[in-house]
C-alpha cells in the first residue's frame, strides 16, 4: 500500500514534465522506500527503464545482471545473444537503441537503482555516466534517476563529485512517512495507542511498518518480528550498518556511543579515538541524513557553534539497544512464543514515554503545522546548556512572529492535571527570553488535558494522539 510522499512525487512530476533534461539523485537509508517511491511515479511514464543492482556483485556480475534486466524491457533481436563486456558498450547501447529511437513517446526516465552496488563500489561508473549524460544524453530528453543508500557513496562519490558537478537538477533525500502517513497503513484496524506504539518503535521506516500483521495484536507482532529465532529484525541493525556504509564498525561506534547520551564532536573524538577533522564530520552527516542521529545546538547559538551536540534518534536503534540485543544469545537457545513480555517486563511504559518524547522532538516541523505556526518557525529543538549531559526542555520552538512556544511532552494514559502548572514554571525560568519575544506553552500529550487543567488557561496549545497521527 503506497502512501505519503506527496512533495517527493510533485518534484519528480515536475521535472518530468519540464522542457530541459533532468539529471536526479534519490539517496536514503536502507528501508526507507526509494524504489517504491520511484516505481509509484512511473506508473503513467510510457518510456521508462528500471535497473537494480545486485548486492555484492562485482563489475562483470552487475553488467550482465543490467544486460538481462534490459532484455525484459526492450524488444530487439540484438540483445538475444549479445553480452556486453564493459559499461562503455551497454551505454553506447542504451544510446543508439532507447534514447534515439524513433518509437519513444516522450521524455525517458532511465531508473538506476543501488547505484554504489552498480558500480561495485568505485567512482569510475559515475564518470562515465557524466561522459554520456555530456555527450549522448543531455539534449535528447532524458530523465536520468541516481538512486542509492549506500550514505558515503552518494554523498562523496555522486552529490559532491566534480564530474557531476553543476550537472544535478533535483536533489531527495527520502526520509521517514510522517504519523498521519504511517496511520493510513494500518486501515483503521489497530487502536491508536496501538499505532503510535508502533511508531515509538519502528520509526516511519515503510518496509518494517509493511511488516505488521494487521490482524495480530500489538504483543503477537512483537513476538514474530523481534523475538523469535526467525524474527526478520534480529540482524537488522547488521545490515543496516554493513550494506548502507562503508567504514561500518566506525559507524557503529559512533551510533552506541549516542545511545541514551548526548555528546558535543570533541567528546565523540575522545572517547573513540577519531581525529575531529573532516571525517568525524562526515561520518556524523552521513548518520544525520539516514535518520540516525540528529544535532541540536544550544539555544540562541549560530548553527556552527562548537556546543553542537549529537544524540541517537532512530527509534528502532534504541529499542533494539534497550530490549533486543541484550538477548539475540537467548532467541537461538529457547522457542519461547512470549520473549517480548519478559524481556520488556514493568520498565516499558517509562521507555515509551522517553521515545515519545524523542518522537515529538524529531518531528518537530510536523507538530507546528499541526499547532498552526509551521510556516513561521525559525529554529526547533531542545534546550540545553554548555556542561549539561541532558536536554532540560523537551521542545522549543523559536519563531519569526517574535514568540517562543515552550512544550511539554508526557506520554501518559490519563488528562493531564494541573499539577505540571508548577513544572512548567520551573522549565520556563531555565532560560532568558530574548528581548522582544512573547512566551506561549504547549502540551502534547495522548490524553490533554483533564477540565481544571484546561479551565486554568494557562497553554496556549494543546496536542493529542488523534492530532499527532492525524485523525
Known sequence: MFVGRTEELSALEGAYASQKNELVVLY?????????????????KPDSFLFEAVEGAQTREQIAHFTETLKKQIRDPL?????????????????????????RKGKIVLFMDELPWMAAGRGRLVSLLKYYWDNHWKDQGVMLVLCGSVASFMVKRVLKSKALYGRITLEILLRGLNPDEVALLFQGKRSQEEVLKYQLIFGGVPKYL??????????????RLCFSRTSPMCREMDRIFYSQFKESRIYMKIVELLNGRICT???????????????????????????MIRSFVPFGRSNTSKLRKY???????????????????????????????????????????????????????YLAKRMGFADVVLAAAPYFERGDLAFQIDLLYKRSDKVITLCEIKHRNAPITTKIIPEMERKCSLFRMPRGFSLETALISLYGPDTALRDAGYFNHFLVLDDVLGV
Open 265 to 291: 564532536m570533541e567528546e565523540i573524538s575522545s572517547t573513540l579515538s577519531i581525529a575531529s577533522g573532516g571525517g568525524l564530520k562526515l561520518y556524523l552527516t552521513n548518520l544525520e541524513d539516514a535518520e
Open 210 to 223: 509493511e511488516e505488521i500483521d494487521l490482524n495480530r495484536s500489538f504483543n503477537q507482532n512483537m513476538n
Open 28 to 44: 536514503g537509508r536502507r528501508r526507507i522506500g526509494k524504489s517504491c517511491l520511484i516505481s509509484e511515479f512511473l506508473k503513467d
Open 79 to 103: 540483445l538475444l545473444d549479445v553480452k556486453f563486456s564493459s559499461w562503455e558498450n551497454v551505454f553506447s547501447y542504451i544510446t543508439e537503441r532507447v534514447v534515439k529511437s524513433p518509437s
Open 311 to 365: 544524540t541517537l534518534m532512530d527509534e528502532f536503534a534504541l529499542f533494539f539497544f534497550k530490549y533486543m540485543q541484550p538477548c539475540l544469545l537467548m532467541l537461538t537457545e529457547t522457542s519461547s512464543p512470549r520473549m517480548f513480555e519478559t524481556m520488556v517486563n514493568d520498565g516499558f511504559e517509562s521507555w515509551l514515554g522517553f521515545s515519545f518524547e524523542r518522537f515529538c522532538v524529531k518531528r518537530a516541523g
